[in-house]
């Protein structure tokens, strides 16, 4: 299957849910919770030629001048040892945005936090589209292995004390 037939797959899964989401909700930019959160939030997320089921308790999406920015950790548990390595879970963005000061497209990826500090995104064929540094967040008192904050008019994705910034363009 090649990366386009993958990526309308994907998209298949997230933007139903995306519009469904975007007909009752409220146009201010905040982090999403409860319903909202869950209108939003695909159940599962194909990549590299599996489908994985989200962790729920560990994804995040933000509203931001009407998009959305989703991410969510999967159960890598199929995957091989070099996959799960680099590969943790979803990002998903209806519209181009900055990650760590970097160009995104629209679409759906993969995505992980490295221990050499780097946030990397994947293309659903698990080849690297962009790579950043993170920053630390020593000060945050209550760390999960995924959350969002707003960050002024951005977002912070956290992944433990380590985040970027996304901003939408």
Do not use: C, W
Request: glycine letters at 8%; a positive charge.
């Amino acid at each position: 299957m090649n990366t386009l037939a993958l990526f309308i797959v994907a998209a298949s899964v997230a933007i139903p849910a995306l519009a469904q989401g975007v007909a009752d909700v409220s146009t201010s930019d905040k982090v999403l919770a409860g319903a909202e959160l869950t209108r939003v939030v695909p159940t599962s997320f194909y990549f590299q030629g599996q489908a994985a089921p989200t962790q729920m308790r560990n994804s995040a999406a933000a509203r931001i001048n009407n998009h959305f920015v989703i991410a969510g950790m999967v159960d890598t548990s199929g995957y091989s040892a070099e996959i799960r390595a680099q590969y943790q879970g979803f990002f998903i963005t209806d519209s181009a945005i900055t990650v760590g000061g970097e160009s995104l497209p629209t679409g759906a990826y993969g995505f992980g936090f490295s221990n050499d500090g780097k946030f990397n995104i994947l293309d659903l064929g698990n080849n690297k589209v962009l790579s950043v540094s993170t920053t630390n967040d020593k000060s945050l008192r209550r760390p999960r292995p995924l959350m969002m904050t707003m960050d002024g008019s951005n977002v912070r994705l956290y992944a433990g004390r380590d985040y970027v910034v996304i901003a939408v363009k």
